[in-house]
């Protein structure tokens, strides 16, 4: 708490004054947390001072809040080029960072606890933005990015939080998720002099070698990068009480159809707290986001029974807690595609599931599971608006590849199962009513037209999208999770197994 105090004062984020008698005051408070290392020892005890931003008011105290972060499919598809280039990966932690914020507002807050030199009646007024406000996040990534525009870099248009610096043939990567940083590029010196000078300007820590970011745990050799969330799975099995369950092949049964109907959950905030984290553990677990997807559908008012199918996924990701993607270091940069839909497959309200799952060569960058806003009436129209958003996911990835200047090596390749959506994508003539299907088409046929992707037929028992799409048999799970490019470095244990 001394070190943060000081550090506050010597950054000036604040200045000692009389209460003013008409202007409100925000609170503030002490937060103590542990910060771990990946293999689960204490790094270090943090003291943050955090202003109570929940009793600011809007348009009085703060106007915009809105801070760009890094997706995590961004931080898949740079781990993916720098395996493919073998480029060198930093990982560095901004010190204080919030407090580097310049604030546009007057804003008071009371003396912290603690300290000592200040008298009654006396309050802050806050120069630099401080954790808890509503802007600080937004006024930090201000200064972050006007600093790193001001020395060369360019942002990208596809990721406003992915900065590129190109010189000649030498190209430094900047990846931004609030204070972490991930630096990568071709030339180790390019790499050390942009070091140095966010370290002259916030001050920060270099962690070296990326091996632990977001909860992620992150591991490289010559044949290429592991990618796995082991330490917070073991963590979620350790809070839930499941480290000693028994353990099941598929995160759901083929047979459960999830229904809204049933006797709720007296207290649904445990459920609520396990979606929240199976949510994140989707991240690097495409297996599990099909059932924890439709189980947040039911936050509001769950169930018991959509509580127990909760500890099934529990019981299976103790099973796979060794998983983890495998990113390949002879990668080639092609992008391939399975999109998918399940008709009607929502029993409460008749709507449809789209499912996709986008490679970068051998390796799995994006995949999404999502129940469609509106109900269709065919088929084919459901599989159009899956066709639609794979499509749009291409383009983005398309064109962050374009940001970085990798060239693609073909059109992107989008299997499909359903033979009249292909035929009307590829011919000149609609043979829909209703208006929404035309956009898709008319969006699905401009790509096609502009060579960026090529539909191609696949067997239904070949589609790989089918996982995010419905509740699939144990043998045909197995066959399918195989081949999304995930490996559990444990053999399976023997015995237990449902």
Known sequence: MNAKLTALEKNQTWSIVNH?????????????????????????????????????LEGMDFHDTFAPVAKLASIRFILVVAAAQNWKLVQLDVNNAFLHGEL???????????????????????????????QASRQWYAQLSSFLLLHGFKQ?????????????????????????????????????????????????????????????????????????????????????????????????????????????????????????????????????????????????????????????????????????????????????????????????????VTGFLVYLGNTLITWRSKKQTIVSRSSCEVEYKALAQTVCEIQWLAQLMHDLNLPIAQHASVYCDNTYAIKIANNPVFHERTKHIEVDCHTIREKIQQGLIKLLPVRTNHQLADILTKALPPGVFSQINSKLGSHNIYCPLAGGVS
């Open 156 to 352: 990208s248009h596809a990721d406003h939080s992915l900065f590129i610096h190109n010189n000649h043939d030498d190209i430094t990567i900047l990846l931004v998720y609030v204070d972490n940083i991930i630096v990568m590029g071709n030339n180790p010196q390019n790499i050390n002099h942009i070091t140095q000078l966010l370290d002259q300007r916030f001050k920060l820590k270099n962690l070296g070698d990326l091996t632990y970011f977001l909860g992620f745990e992150i591991a490289r050799n010559k044949d290429g990068i592991d990618l796995s969330q082991r330490k917070y799975t073991i963590d979620l099995l350790t809070d839930t009480g499941m480290l000693d369950s028994s353990l099941v092949s598929t995160p759901m049964n083929f047979s459960t159809k999830f229904h809204a109907d049933g006797e709720l959950l007296p207290n649904p905030t445990s459920y609520r707290k396990l979606i929240g984290k199976l949510i994140y553990l989707m991240n690097s677990c495409p297996d599990i986001t099909y059932v924890v997807n439709h189980l947040s559908q039911y936050v509001s008012s769950p169930t018991k029974e959509h509580y127990q199918v909760v500890f099934k996924i529990l019981r299976y990701l103790k099973r796979t807690v060794g998983q983890r993607i495998f990113i390949d270091a002879k990668s080639k940069f092609y992008i391939k595609a399975y999109s998918d839909s399940d008709w009607a497959g929502c029993v409460d309200t008749r709507k449809s």
């Open 104 to 134: 546009d507002e007057v804003i008071y807050m009371d003396i912290p606890p603690g300290m000592v030199n200040s008298k009654p009646g006396q309050v802050c007024l806050l120069h630099k933005s401080l954790y808890g406000l509503r």
């Open 20 to 56: 003013p008698s008409n202007c409100s005051v925000i609170g503030c408070k002490w937060v103590y947390k542990l910060k771990h290392k990946a293999d689960g020892t204490i790094e270090r005890h943090k003291a943050c001072l955090v202003a109570k931003g929940f009793t600011q």
